[in-house]
């Protein structure tokens, strides 16, 4: 690889500017990692969680989350014992390292199909919160009617140019952590409030009581457990922001960790929104659980004020995991496209053209697909599987076979 790419540079972007850390300021430094991974694992992945549960029954569905947790914090060990044990400051590089610009070649499709899929599903889910889809109206069209300023297209067109753009801008990972903060707090707040309107509506005995194992009554039935399994591990892939935030943070322990803090926050949250969310919808749960909020069917009343704190504080959320994501993308399709050139934060002019191309791309192709589940699926059982499962083993199985 080219030196700028490999962590020898000193002006590489993926690595700290700040002397070796003191022990006080280190735990710090360790939450501020916790921030950046756990933004990056609970995007819309807790939207479409409430609807796993409806599929695969609770007792399953709980398995299955502590399954997939556990095995994300082992193969992102293998993944930082061979970064370590190399040169390379990106996920591709480590793959280029140890396969070849085959395995180079694969890790990048793979990222890319990834991020790409979730800021569009990011953008989708937006445009449901402020415009609504169908039959459910959003929260601009409710409060002001139906205009064509208030429109999808201009609601998602207005969020990308004043607040994921200034944010998509910056050129350090580390520089997003405060960002990644108020997100996780969204997404606390989001949950807290289900799980009150959850304990509510038990206490005036409005719920139904959950499915504990699925329903097994036809082939549809049986095939739909395979379509709810790409969901759940989709929800927990973060590892091609591995390396922008381990490399940035300078110690492996120190980012071991952080991934183990933030999947046990991340599961916590996925639990507890899956099973409340359950409760409070039962089987009309839609693949995006923003879409219930925003309807008046159901056997749960909610409030209109509470109704729309749910919906804005996790597009708020959404917004402000965006570039996150993108920050990855940006660098992967930079790495195939112009391998042999400074590194993209060096280079003003190609870092704004890749920025405003991949923004006006996820822009066009969120207003162009309806339903986020789909992409769910796709993701899931194939960029998502490789990167958080197959491509780590691989590691697993290449280190052993140096140390024989």
Same mark, same amino acid.
């Given at each position: ?8 540079? #000193? ?13 006080? +300021? ?6 501020? #990692? ?34 997939? !947790? ?6 992102? +060990?293998? *993944? ?14 480590? *793959? /280029?390292? &140890?396969?070849?610009?085959? $395995? ?22 937006? $445009? ?21 300023? &208030? ?15 200034? =944010?998509?801008?910056?050129?350090? %990972?580390?520089? =997003? ?5 108020? !997100? ?16 509510? @509506?038990?206490? /005036? ?14 082939? /549809?039935?049986?095939? +739909? ?41 991340? @599961? ?17 749960? &839609?693949?995006?659980? =923003?879409? +219930?909020? $925003? ?5 749960? @009343?909610?409030?209109?004020?509470? &109704? ?22 940006? @660098? ?23 920025? =405003? ?7 066009? %192709? ?21 990167? !958080? ?11 052993? $076979?140096?140390?024989?």
């Amino acid at each position: 690889m080219d030196p700028s790419r490999t962590g020898t540079s #000193a002006d590489v972007p993926l690595l700290s500017q700040q002397n070796s850390p003191t022990r006080e +300021n280190n735990q710090w430094m360790i939450w501020r #990692a916790v921030f950046n991974v756990s933004t990056t694992i609970i995007g819309a992945g807790i939207m479409s969680i409430p609807a796993t549960l409806k599929v695969l029954g609770v007792i399953p569905a709980f398995m299955l989350i502590v399954l997939v !947790a556990i095995l994300v914090e082992i193969t992102v +060990n293998f *993944m930082l014992r061979a970064t370590y044990a190399g040169q390379s400051t990106t996920y591709a590089g480590l *793959m /280029k390292e &140890n396969f070849g610009k085959t $395995g180079s070649l694969a890790v990048q499709i793979c990222v890319m199909i990834t991020t790409l899929g979730c800021l569009i599903m990011y953008l989708i889910i937006i $445009g449901d919160v402020f415009s609504g889809k169908g039959e459910h109206l959003g929260i601009l069209q409710e409060w002001f009617g139906i205009h064509w300023w &208030n429109s999808r297209y201009l609601s998602i067109l207005f969020t990308v140019l004043f607040v994921v753009l200034p =944010l998509v801008l910056y050129r350090r %990972v580390e520089s =997003l952590w405060f960002s990644s903060a108020v !997100a996780i707090i969204l997404a606390i707040v989001f949950v807290g409030i289900c799980t009150v309107m959850a304990f509510i @509506a038990i206490a /005036k005995g409005q719920i139904v009581r959950p499915r504990m194992l699925p329903e097994l009554n036809s082939t /549809k039935s049986f095939f +739909n457990l395979f379509t709810a399994i790409p969901v759940i591990v989709t929800a927990f892939a973060f590892h091609f922001n591995v390396h922008p935030i381990g490399i940035e943070l300078g110690k492996p322990g120190a980012m071991t960790t952080a991934v183990k803090i933030s999947l046990v926050i991340c @599961a916590a949250i996925y639990f507890s929104i899956g099973i409340f969310g359950y409760l409070l919808f039962g089987d009309s749960i &839609n693949a995006d659980i =923003l879409v +219930n909020f $925003g309807m008046s069917s159901g056997s749960v @009343a909610i409030s209109p004020i509470l &109704n729309d704190v749910v919906r804005l504080s996790y597009a708020l959320h959404l917004m402000l995991v965006f570039p996150l994501l993108n920050f990855s993308l940006r @660098a992967n399709i930079d790495e195939l496209i112009f391998p042999k050139k400074e590194h993209l934060s060096t280079d003003t002019k190609r870092f704004m053209y890749l920025t =405003l191309i991949l923004l006006a791309l996820s822009y066009l %192709v969120a207003i162009a697909i309806p339903s986020i589940w789909y992409i769910y699926q796709f993701m899931g059982s194939t960029s998502n599987a490789c990167l !958080a499962f197959i491509f780590p083993e691989m590691f697993m199985v290449y280190l052993q $076979g140096k140390t024989r």
